[in-house]
């Protein structure tokens, strides 16, 4: 939504404030969280959240916050599926079928990353483990390419896909074994276990790193990228 924004200041303050409220609702939430075991043991077990409305608010009360909730999950849901299907329509489908109908790419990306949604959600284990795993996705493909381009005159195009293609396919490969650290087999016994997202973003950040190198030794013999 800050696309929408009318000028790059705008939008620079929508992220900051938008950061700031985000922080202070996520504890509030972490405080009733912790709280709800203090005003009612065993609350850890069940749904904290409808069991704190149900004690403290009226059923119209009630009504009105499981409404509220469930608008604040399908805003989320629609947010996601929409923000990955744009870039997929926009940044790599439309620049590679120029005749093709806009509408109809972003359509059909729209259906596709809800399949794909859908697929991973039955998937996983448990909505934690989902959200974990959705960030550390986040984590292991894009932190790179988009520091290393904001903040960096280093690398290009190939370096940042290799970095993002690298990264993603370690992630991948952890995920799918089961390994909960970077090479659980072999660095787990030396009793120094690496995170596994942070280890994989750091092997994108290297692969970035030779690949540009070699990107700008082959613009200095004059050969094309």
Known sequence: RIFASNSAKTAVWACHIAGIVYFGLGLCTLVLGLSAE???PGAAEKSTMAMLAGM???P???ALF???VMSAVLSTIDSAI???AS???QNLLSPRYPNADKLMLNRGSVVAVT???IATAYLGESAYSLLESAYELGLVSLLVPLVMGLRTGIGGERAALSSMIVGTACWVVHFAIGWETFLSPVVDPLGLPLPMALSCAM???VVYLVVARSERGAIERGEGI
Do not use: I, N
């Open 38 to 40: 203090l005003v009612a």
């Open 56 to 58: 403290f608010l009226s």
């Open 60 to 62: 119209w009360a009630a």
């Open 66 to 68: 499981v409404l509220a």
């Open 82 to 84: 929409l923000s990955p």
């Open 87 to 89: 870039v997929l329509a």
């Open 115 to 117: 399949v794909v949604s």
């Open 203 to 205: 092997v994108g950040w």
